[in-house]
């Protein structure tokens, strides 16, 4: 399988015309384009249409424990989340197990909450503080329930390169965006005035990227929304 080296650095200094066809670039400047890589992958982490992937995780609640905390070292052992999607918890007295979903409460909500220790067998919204190095979740009422586990989906980024001698494998329009992308963050190293059909590459890959990854939502608003200010419900078809 290609490297790192191979698919995204030494293409993307052609691109910029540092390298010429066949050379190999010297080792600080690929040293040098792999953490220019990393900085954009940690930049498109906080980018929701620049993830592809949405992944559930799974773990076990602790009856009366409020919170957990996520990422490296934490309760929930995963990359810490720069948001969640979706927060359920899952009743495996049932048969079979079954999951429900939760409410998720804006910091406003969670803010306006009075009894923030409230406890009840099962709980009905979360709230996710993104704290730092770990985020915490937080969970409202406090489940005492001893049946229950939390169901996390998270959106996950594509992952840093650990060395140029990594493999690549990445989804459809990737490897173009990052290629592209990465020799326009090198130009100014180099001095280098990139050509227009490079911005445009640059450009409209990671437009593709983001319409791929855009994904249909349920619209959702409160039922007070449909009640005027004297008490008359609103008909959209009225007007």
Avoid: C
Wanted: aromatic fraction near 8%; avoid cysteine.
């Amino acid at each position: 399988m290609a490297t790192v080296q191979e698919v995204i650095v030494n293409p993307a200094l052609r691109s910029l015309g540092v390298l010429a066809a066949g050379e190999v670039p010297a080792y600080d400047d690929s040293a040098d384009a792999l953490i220019a890589l990393n900085n954009l992958l940690d930049q498109w982490a906080s980018e929701r249409l620049q993830i592809y992937a949405l992944v559930n995780t799974t773990f076990a609640l602790t009856a009366s424990q409020a919170s957990y905390t996520i990422g490296s070292g934490g309760n929930v052992a995963i990359a810490r989340p720069v948001l969640l999607d979706h927060v359920n918890y899952i009743d495996t007295s049932l048969t079979p197990d079954a999951e429900f979903p939760l409410t998720k409460l804006t910091d406003d909500d969670w803010a306006g909450i009075q009894i923030k220790a409230l406890t009840a067998a099962i709980p009905t919204a979360w709230w996710y503080q993104t704290s730092f190095p770990t985020g915490t979740l937080y969970f409202w009422p406090v489940p005492t329930g001893t049946t229950l586990s939390g169901s996390l989906y998270v959106p996950t980024a594509v992952v840093q390169f650990a060395a140029l001698t990594t493999s690549v494998s990445l989804p459809p329009g990737y490897q173009r965006m990052l290629t592209s992308n990465l020799a326009l963050e090198l130009a100014p190293d180099y001095g280098a005035l990139p050509q227009p059909s490079l911005v445009t590459a640059a450009t409209d890959s990671k437009a593709a990227v983001k319409r791929m990854n855009k994904k249909l939502t349920d619209m959702t608003f409160s039922a007070d929304a449909l009640i005027g200010s004297r008490g008359r419900s609103y008909d959209i078809r009225v007007g």
